[in-house]
């Protein structure tokens, strides 16, 4: 059968000669072999002949090869990238980033809320955090630390008008938490997206899908719930976060309107922010409030607090220009959702550190007033970002 077999093998590919049959007592002998195709299958006159045996062997699938590419002068090629650690290393950086910022702004708002409690004068104070934040930065480029943004004069123009709303909102918050408690002002804060949206709808033109409408009404419900009943309730205070909200509103839609294809981003673009801004408000803090009232309030501060007063309103500068250079360069590495969400939390944990270092006494009524807000400004961010990517 075997036999029968090879010789129809045979036939069928076109041998001239039978493989021959395999003799046990000699040794194997392989003959060389010609092969020929029909004409149909090859032109005329072409003969294909083997001039080697013809193995007949069994073919075991070899594992496939990965090629990459490569310089010619390298001896060897590179190794390649490790995508899993790649993600891992850039989820850690982020959540570095996201600790750093939340801690910062915590810190920051207890050391602020310190220095105005023993002194009063939020022009000042606003003016101490920009001068120390453009300081800070002048220091690292000409050092080295930093590189040295290339800015022109265009620049300078479209950011002069973020730079004014940025003084407003900055002046504003810490009028605010001037007046009331830092947990109220930040639960007020968290209702900037209801601002935000009906600044785009009503001046802009904008349209939002329902849904977004409908997110706003847990943001201004859980507001107005939280400041009819809070025990500390301040006119000034109240619309000091209002108006911050608005400033802050107003600072996004020019920032995207107007920096746009800027080369300049992050921590250079915060700093240059500060400093512009820093020249805003230099003048008006002199006209509202006075050196005459900064000695008298010093004075008076030194002698309650003692040398930790001077401490403490240098960690206020320092920090609030640390906080926000951390929070431009986070948003830098992830996408406006992460960085929205992320800012929701950081106003939760500012809100409760608050409240327990400071005693602030608050109603169950306030509380639930300030968690429906917040969990408002939770559902904005996700309704807004699928809205934006439908």
């Not at 915590?106 to 022009?123: E, G, M, R």
Request: glycine share 6%.
């Amino acid at each position: 059968m075997v036999l029968a077999a090879k010789q129809t093998l045979s036939t069928k590919i076109g041998f001239s000669a039978p493989l021959p049959r395999r003799n046990p007592s000699s040794s194997l002998q392989r003959l060389p072999l010609s092969l020929s195709f029909p004409s149909a299958a090859l032109p005329k006159r072409t003969v294909l002949t083997l001039s080697k045996p013809l193995h007949l062997s069994v073919l075991r699938a070899k594992p496939p090869v990965r090629c990459s590419a490569y310089e010619a002068d390298k001896s060897e090629p590179p190794q390649p990238i490790d995508d899993t650690k790649s993600e891992a290393a850039k989820k850690a950086k982020i959540g570095v980033y996201f600790a750093t910022w939340w801690a910062l702004n915590v810190v920051f708002n207890i050391y602020n809320k310190k220095v105005l409690n023993a002194y009063p004068y939020p022009w000042l104070t606003s003016t101490l955090s920009l001068a120390a934040g453009s300081l800070m930065m002048l220091i690292s480029w000409a050092v080295g630390i930093v590189e040295t943004p290339k800015t022109d004069f265009d620049f300078w123009k479209t950011l002069f008008p973020v730079a004014v709303a940025h003084t407003i909102g900055h002046v504003a918050a810490t009028v605010s938490m001037s007046k009331v408690a830092v947990s109220f002002t930040h639960i007020i804060k968290s209702g900037e997206p209801a601002f935000s949206v009906l600044v785009s709808r009503f001046l802009l033109g904008e349209t939002f899908p329902t849904s977004v409408y409908l997110s706003l009404i847990p943001i201004i419900g859980g507001c107005a719930l939280s400041a009819l009943t809070e025990l500390n309730f301040n006119m000034i205070g109240f619309m000091g976060a209002m108006i911050s909200n608005l400033a802050f509103v107003f600072r996004n839609i020019f920032s995207k309107k107007g920096m746009k294809g800027k080369s300049v981003s992050g921590m250079n673009y915060y700093a240059c922010l500060s400093m512009l801004s820093l020249l805003i408000l230099t003048p008006f803090a002199f006209a509202v409030e006075g050196p005459q009232m900064w000695i008298d309030g010093w004075q008076k501060a030194l002698s309650d607090i003692g040398p930790q007063f001077v401490w403490w309103v240098a960690a206020q500068s320092v920090l609030y220009h640390l906080y926000n250079q951390v929070s431009y360069m986070s948003l830098d590495q992830i996408s406006p959702l992460t960085f929205s969400v992320g800012n929701t939390m950081k106003r939760i944990s500012v809100i409760v550190s608050s409240i327990i270092i400071f005693r602030t006494p608050v109603q169950p009524v306030n509380a639930l007033g300030a968690a429906i807000a917040i969990l408002g400004t939770f559902l904005y961010s996700q309704v807004n970002h699928t809205a934006h990517n439908l």
